[in-house]
């Protein structure tokens, strides 16, 4: 059983990597080998080998508490906890080898290691409240309302951090950029049919309207964060530049490839090249393929939405 | 009035409805029945003019505006995490005027919870909310009745009456022949795709008995084989 569902995952990555477009393999293929290179690059460099392997080990640990065939494969195999070893290994697998090669130190441990630990944590489902109220502050739309039902406590949590932390250099700039960057990718899930044409907005209206509200909902967010920042750090205070200018651009990525693949009613494919587009704003020296990939998106959504959303021209 | 005039759609070379005609009238309850596949979605969401709006569909013979439709899909989709007063309020930013409160009262829906926590016919129900709220002349149903207890059926069938009393033109569809006919004023038999057949009240027997000779034609040798012993 064990070789059938690892076989069968195999299949399915393929695929999905197949169904991708010329162009989306050229993009791919880039992004691979900017990272590799990135990690050749940084693996001999401290603190930045220091950060890595940590940084790996979060990332392994983040993918293990979202996965969502963890109770299914504990239903099927008797061992789980293997194949959940052996997929966390091969993503920390390109890391320890170009380390081993690069500069092979006892860190390298942590990649052989953080796999098959990770692997064992066991994940429990918290009990769930029932019901709610609604909320008192406007949120821009409903997937931003179940966001902040599912990580609101998180969310406010970092945003509270980062406020105490505005003393210290960069760390609040950090925290706020990533909290945009991976709350306004939390969605999988395409809506109805009935809610996109709620509106009776043609497409592109629609699309810059979503991108709008969203825009001005994390400004408003964290607004405070930054201007505290650039108060109490007034000689840098241009680092608040990047979250003012990417954050915005991460959210229309994040909007436009969801909408560029919409479908009424099902979970949204692709996601791996918008993850791979999302690194771009990780990683500086891919921010402009990221910039380029965030207009091409844009433009595929308002193309795919006309297909729903031809009837309200004007 | 509505007017279909040779209405033809395919997926791919899968051709599911074909040359289809059909006339309804404002003020009426419509049923379209057709087994699985029959093209009964394909038609309606043809009707709301997705992918692409046919200029062969009519609405007192101007082509025909989704803004005067209200359209119930056959799946709702809920975001996780988010209560029926949630996904309500954005209908309520449209129809301010419409009493949701006493809708979720008549329909035993409690709002502050999360739709996660509801069955499949209370999250039909809450659709539904979303759709009825819609004051559209021209309202249209796909299996309305899926995952409805009794009660909820007899509500529905009370509030579409009421509806259609009001002159709007009610389309629903469903695979389950029951569900229909206290409800319509005619059912239109979807098959091979193109409207086989159109029965009136009076009617209705025979095309139930119609559905169970065809049914019994396509599947006994089948089921006789699998079941033999």
Request: a positive charge; glycine letters at 4%; charged letters at 15%.
């Amino acid at each position: 059983m064990f070789n059938q569902l690892f076989r069968l995952k195999i299949k399915i990555l393929l695929r999905a990597l197949q169904e991708l477009t010329f162009f989306g393999k050229v993009v791919l293929l880039t992004m691979l080998a900017a990272l590799c290179y990135a990690i050749y690059a940084l693996c001999d460099q401290p603190p930045m080998r220091h950060y890595l392997p940590g940084a790996v080990a979060l990332l392994i640990l983040f993918l293990h508490l979202r996965r969502k065939d963890y109770h299914f494969c504990r239903k099927l195999l008797p061992h789980p906890c293997l194949l959940f070893a052996l997929e966390y290994f091969l993503v920390a697998a390109p890391f320890l080898l170009i380390t081993l090669v690069k500069a092979p130190t006892p860190l390298c441990a942590i990649y052989a290691l953080a796999p098959a630990v990770i692997a064992v944590l066991p994940r429990r489902n918290a009990p769930l409240r029932r019901s709610a109220r609604p909320f008192r502050f406007p949120m821009p739309d409903l997937e931003t309302v179940s966001l902040f039902r599912r990580a609101g406590l998180l969310i406010w949590g970092l945003l509270l951090l980062a406020l105490a932390l505005c003393f210290a250099p960069a760390v609040s700039v950090v925290i706020v950029y990533l909290l945009v960057l991976f709350a306004s990718a939390s969605f999988d899930q395409s809506e109805s049919l009935t809610l996109l044409c709620l509106e009776e907005l043609p497409a592109r209206q629609f699309l810059r309207r979503k991108i709008r509200r969203q825009v001005a909902f994390w400004t408003t967010l964290t607004l405070p964060v930054l201007v505290l920042y650039a108060v109490l750090h007034l000689d840098t205070a241009y680092h608040v530049l990047v979250p003012v200018v990417l954050c915005p651009l991460q959210i229309a990525a994040n909007v436009s490839a969801r909408y560029s693949v919409f479908h009424p009613n099902r979970t949204i494919t692709g996601r791996a090249s918008l993850a791979l587009c999302l690194l771009g704003y990780l990683i500086p020296i891919l921010a402009p393929v990221s910039i380029v990939l965030t207009v091409v998106y844009y433009f595929d959504a308002i193309r795919n939405l006309n297909t729903y959303l031809y009837a309200y021209h004007r | 009035m509505l007017t279909i005039d040779k209405l033809s759609a395919a997926y791919g070379t899968h051709v599911v409805l074909s040359d289809l005609d059909l006339t309804l009238e404002d003020g009426r309850i419509y049923g379209i029945v057709g087994f699985n596949g029959a093209g009964k979605t394909t038609l309606l969401n043809a009707i709301y003019g997705v992918p692409a709006q046919q200029d062969c569909i009519r609405y007192d013979g101007e082509p025909l505006s989704r803004a005067a439709i209200a359209y119930l899909e056959t799946d709702s989709f809920f975001y996780p995490r988010i209560t029926g007063r949630d996904y309500l309020s954005l209908f309520r930013c449209k129809y301010a005027s419409f009493d949701f409160e006493t809708l979720g009262s008549v329909f035993n829906l409690p709002l502050d919870d999360f739709v996660d926590s509801y069955s499949t016919g209370m999250k039909k129900k809450l659709a539904l909310m979303g759709i009825l709220s819609q004051e559209k002349r021209i309202l249209m149903l796909d299996e309305p009745f899926n995952g409805l207890d009794l009660e909820s059926v007899s509500v529905l069938q009370l509030i579409l009456r009421r509806l259609a009393g009001a002159g709007k033109l009610v389309i629903v569809t469903s695979h389950i022949l029951e569900s229909l006919s206290p409800l319509c004023d005619a059912i239109h038999l979807l098959q091979d795709g193109r409207i086989f057949q159109s029965y009136l009240p009076v009617e209705y027997g025979l095309l139930a008995e119609k559905l169970r000779t065809d049914i019994s034609a396509r599947y006994d040798g089948a089921i006789t084989k699998v079941f033999a012993e």
